[in-house]
């Protein structure tokens, strides 16, 4: 072989040398492209993971905090609702109240007039149709009989004649 033919020879052992080399470097490039993504991806994972978790957490605490948020003005809403309705209904008992004790105060004053216009017997405290004295009053003759003994002394009416029927109805005649 010549010189130029070993040239050309070495000139080719060097471009596939070369070529080897870059494929070598290529494939060595690409293998830590790869690695270097794998770790990013990672990375990102676990990132993306931490960050869902602390956005999730952050998410519930919002959640429970409006909830009670809501629960509390809730209630309080309830409470004067609550408050207003025993008012109005305290209101409605308190009038109710005083208009049935004016109807029952107005009753007891038409049923007091009405039995002080009456009589009442002495002996049973049953309405009277009988008199006797000015005080004395008496529902039956059977009545009057009974108390006789006792009102015989302190009677108003004429002493001689006794009390009215006296002559016909007293126990001594």
């Known amino acids: 072989m010549s010189d130029s033919g ?7 052992d060097l471009g596939a040398a070369s070529e080897n080399e870059q494929w070598m470097l290529d494939d ?15 990375d990102y994972q ?15 605490h919002e959640f429970l905090s409006d909830q009670q948020k809501i629960r509390t003005e809730l209630l309080t809403q309830f409470k004067e609702e609550l408050d207003t309705t025993r008012s109005e209904l305290e209101q409605k008992y308190r009038d109710a109240l005083r208009s ?6 107005d009753k007891h004053k038409r049923d007091i007039s009405n039995n002080k216009k009456k ?17 004395t009053s008496y529902c039956s003759a059977e009545c009057q009989q009974r108390h006789w003994p006792v009102h015989r002394k302190i009677c108003r009416r004429k002493k001689g ?13």
Do not use: F
Not at 52 to 57: D, K, P, W
Not at 100 to 105: F, H, P, R, S, V
């Open 161 to 173: 004649g006794g009390a009215p029927g006296a002559n016909a109805a007293s126990p001594g005649n």
């Open 28 to 42: 060595r490039m690409k293998r830590m492209i790869v690695d270097l993504q794998r770790h990013w991806l990672t």
């Open 6 to 12: 070993k040239l050309a020879k070495d000139d080719e």
């Open 100 to 105: 049935d004790l004016l109807k029952l105060q």
């Open 46 to 60: 676990q990132s993306r993971e931490k960050v869902l978790v602390e956005m999730a957490e952050h998410l519930h």
């Open 119 to 135: 009589q009442w017997c002495w002996e049973c405290e049953s309405e009277a149709i009988y008199h006797c004295c000015w005080n």
